[in-house]
Structure formats: structure tokens, C-alpha cells
């Protein structure tokens, strides 16, 4: 990195040439409503600035965020508005930026993980971030696929407002779903009105988001948000559904909203990004090859501090073993460490003893939320079994990890 530029924290002073340079970066003018639920969110404390002689040259931040993970929920600072100004690029400071941010979360001791969006995929393993959560981007003929008849009595009671409005209802069923939902984070305050920010210029033609709320018979069961682009063609309607969320707590309310959804009128398509890669649509409608799944990255995981990430989190069967951790990063991470436990909770140790697998950081943290296998990293070449004592079941979950947002 040239000797000119130098890292510093970040001050809420910083907010609006951070935004200026987002925009350079990912070649956007955003609008209003979107920074305003930007700057809600920006910890300045945690932001890191590149600064050429007072020019944002690049800049990283971290957000305090939770994250469900196999069997409990950590604390992990979630990395984002991550960009260097095209004129200072290639020449290391995204690397400095990277490694310095690492060293700060590290040293805090708070947050035994860091997560992430790559907008490239290339850019962050060589960091020490592993692909750990996948998502389903789905492309859905609607008039082409059936859900099963809805279940005798009274149809569901389907409740429609903006999102607003219906915010606290929301809020109830996202908390009460998320602890079984490895990958999900908390969402404040702050966060739900960054979530549910709805600048026109983002549509891209479509209408404003609703909401749909399912009331059971205890209070809301679940809710989805979605939108319209409508269209037409020679031969008539032809708008599209695209759906943002769908947060159910049981099947009867997954169904309905989705039977809701693939029967809005006018409509000939139904997207989703954000589906899941175990989505129960995929199991639910008698023609699922019409769903137009295509698999796609979603989160990467860091861990930060090995022993306390790997204690944290729990596995699917009984586990004793030892792993050897390349970290250059992070060289308190590496070496040998003896994983102990099983579905009631686990311990991690350093040893001197032989090691039954080794691999680097980057590949622990694909395998932590038991969505990539250890094994098949191992088929891949990146991870190597040294022993017959193979972790890779236990490393799995009973559900692969997904994701309600990009951060
Ligand atoms: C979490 C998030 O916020 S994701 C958003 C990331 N930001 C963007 O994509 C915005 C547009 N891009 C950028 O601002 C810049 O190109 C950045 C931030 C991706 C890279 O910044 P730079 O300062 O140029 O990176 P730096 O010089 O440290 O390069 C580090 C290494 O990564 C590689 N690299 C950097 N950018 C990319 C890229 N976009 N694709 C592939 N490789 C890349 C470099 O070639 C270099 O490799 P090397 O060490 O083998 O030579």
C-alpha cells in the first residue's frame, strides 16, 4: 500500500463521503430513502478509512450484528459497504483494509465470526472467508405449477398493508422463526427499516412492497413481502410476482402464503432470490422443475477466534477430533486444536496431539453453519483427511443454512 494513505477509524462526520464513494464503487446514484436507512445503520466506531491526504480512498465496515448458527446464535460483525475508489486500486488496499479490519474484530474479542456478500466471488477467501450458506434463485412458472388443495374449513385470514404498518406483526414471527434458522441475523430498530426501505429507484419498475400477514389462532403465524411489475403481451397478462420474504412458523401458514403468492392474477412469472436451497416449495408442488431453481452463493464465513466459534456452535453427532488450521491472517487461529462434543454443546482445546485433518481457515469457515461438507471440500482437494476419524457428518446440520437479506 503506498506509504501516502493511511488506515483510520471511521467518524459519523465520514457518513457522506462513504455514501459518495459506495456510489462510485458500485456505480449507483442511490436515492434518499435509501441513505437515510444506510446512515441509521452506519457504526461509525467501525468503520475503517483509507484516507489520501483527506480523499476516501477506500473503506470497510463492520456491522454488530447476531447470527443463528448450528444449534445457537453468536455474535458476528457483519462486513459490508466494502469498496476502493477506482483510482487507487490494485495496489493493496483492500488487502490492508481486510487484514487490519480482521486484527481489530480479533482483538476486541467479541465476535469469534465475521460474515459477508462477495459482490465477486474471487475476492474474499484469500481473507479467510469460506462459501458457507447457498441460496435458490427461483424463476417460477405460476400457472404451471399446483400446490396441495388447501386443508378443509375456513380459508386462511390473510391480512394485506405496507410493511410499516404491519411492522410489529412482522417482527414477531421473524424473531419467533429465526433461532431454528441457521444463517438469519437480528434485525433491530434500524435494521428492519434498512430491510424494508423502499426507494423507487430500486423497483425497477415494479410496485412498491407489500405485506401479507397470516393470522393464527394465537397471533401472526407468518407473513410475506412482495411486489408486482406488471405487464402485457399479446397474448394478456404477463406481470411478475417478485417476493422479498416468506417467514412461516409452521407448514399450514408456509403453504397458504405460498398459495397466496402463486396465485396472484395478472401474473404469469414468480421470482424469489432469496429462496432457500432445502426450499419446501421444491417438495410442495407437483411440477417443481417450473420453480426455475438456480443455485447461487449467498454468505461467507470467517471465523475470527477458531476455538470459540468451533466451541459455539453444536454438530449433529458426537465428535472428537483434532484439526490442524492454516491461518496466516490470524496466527493465534492456527495449529492444532482438539474439538470435543456432539448435539449438546462442545469444547475446543489446543493439543500437541496428531492431527486428523488439516485445512485452512478459509475452508472451516465454508463448513461452520453445516452447509458445505467437510468432505467434499476434502473431494475438492482443500481440505485433507489425515486420519479414518472423519468430523464431516458431525459438521453437518439437520437443515443447510439461508439467508432473509443481503447486508
Ligand atoms: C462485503 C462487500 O462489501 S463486497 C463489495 C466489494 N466492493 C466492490 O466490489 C466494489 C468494486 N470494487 C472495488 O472497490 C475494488 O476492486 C475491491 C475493493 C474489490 C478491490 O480493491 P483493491 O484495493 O483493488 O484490492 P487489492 O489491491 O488489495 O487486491 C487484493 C487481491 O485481490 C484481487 N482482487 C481485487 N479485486 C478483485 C476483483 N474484483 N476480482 C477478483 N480479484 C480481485 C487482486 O487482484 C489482488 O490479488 P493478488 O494479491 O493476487 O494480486
Not at 454488530?64 to 469498496?83: T, W, Y
Not at 412482495?226 to 399450514?252: L, M
Request: charged share 25%; with cysteine.
Amino acid at each position: 500500500m503506498d506509504s501516502a494513505i493511511r488506515l483510520r477509524q471511521g467518524t459519523a462526520e465520514d457518513f457522506p463521503a462513504v455514501w459518495d464513494l459506495l456510489g462510485l464503487v458500485f456505480h449507483d446514484e442511490f436515492e434518499d430513502e435509501a441513505r437515510d436507512a444506510e446512515e441509521a445503520i452506519f457504526e461509525p466506531e467501525r468503520s475503517l478509512v483509507a484516507d489520501d491526504a483527506g480523499l476516501m480512498a477506500g473503506h470497510a465496515l463492520a456491522f454488530s450484528r447476531r447470527l443463528a448458527v448450528p444449534g445457537g446464535e453468536l455474535p458476528a460483525a457483519h462486513i459490508s459497504s466494502v469498496g476502493v475508489r477506482p483510482t487507487h486500486r490494485r495496489r493493496g488496499l483492500l488487502t490492508a483494509l481486510m487484514h487490519r479490519q480482521l486484527i481489530d474484530i480479533a482483538e476486541a474479542g467479541r465476535e469469534p465470526l465475521a460474515v459477508l456478500w462477495a459482490s465477486e466471488t474471487s475476492i474474499y477467501p484469500r481473507f479467510g472467508y469460506g462459501p458457507a450458506a447457498f441460496r435458490h434463485k427461483f424463476s417460477i412458472m405460476n400457472q404451471e405449477v399446483r400446490l396441495p388443495a388447501p386443508p378443509p374449513g375456513p380459508p386462511a385470514r390473510l391480512r394485506m398493508g405496507s410493511p410499516a404498518d404491519l411492522l410489529g406483526e412482522l417482527r414477531q414471527v421473524y424473531d419467533r422463526v429465526r433461532p431454528g434458522r441457521v444463517g438469519w441475523s437480528d434485525r433491530d430498530d434500524n435494521w428492519w427499516r434498512y430491510v424494508l426501505a423502499d426507494p423507487k429507484d430500486q423497483r425497477d419498475g415494479a410496485t412498491r412492497q407489500h405485506a401479507v400477514l397470516l393470522d393464527g389462532p394465537t397471533g401472526p403465524a407468518g407473513y410475506a413481502l412482495w411486489r408486482v411489475k406488471g405487464g402485457w403481451t399479446d397474448h394478456g397478462p404477463d406481470g411478475e410476482v417478485q417476493v422479498g420474504e416468506v417467514v412461516a412458523g409452521d407448514p399450514v401458514t408456509y403453504q397458504a402464503l405460498w398459495r397466496f403468492l402463486l396465485g396472484i392474477d395478472l401474473t404469469r412469472t414468480v421470482s424469489y432470490k432469496l429462496g432457500a436451497v432445502d426450499e419446501p416449495l421444491q417438495f410442495l408442488v407437483d411440477e417443481p422443475r417450473r420453480l426455475g431453481a438456480r443455485k447461487m452463493d449467498a454468505l461467507f464465513v470467517r471465523l475470527v477466534d477458531v476455538p470459540a466459534a468451533l466451541a459455539a456452535r453444536r454438530y449433529l453427532t458426537a465428535v472428537d477430533v483434532v484439526l490442524e488450521v492454516d491461518d496466516p491472517i490470524l496466527p493465534a487461529n492456527a495449529g492444532r486444536w482438539r474439538l470435543t462434543g456432539g448435539p449438546d454443546g462442545a469444547t475446543c482445546v489446543r493439543t500437541g496431539g496428531p492431527a486428523d485433518l488439516a485445512c485452512a481457515v478459509t475452508d472451516l469457515g465454508a463448513a461452520y453453519l453445516g452447509g458445505t461438507s467437510l468432505a467434499t471440500l476434502g473431494a475438492a482437494g482443500r481440505v485433507h483427511q489425515l486420519s479414518d476419524n472423519d468430523p464431516s457428518a458431525a459438521f453437518g446440520w439437520h437443515r443447510p443454512p439461508s439467508v432473509t437479506e443481503v447486508f
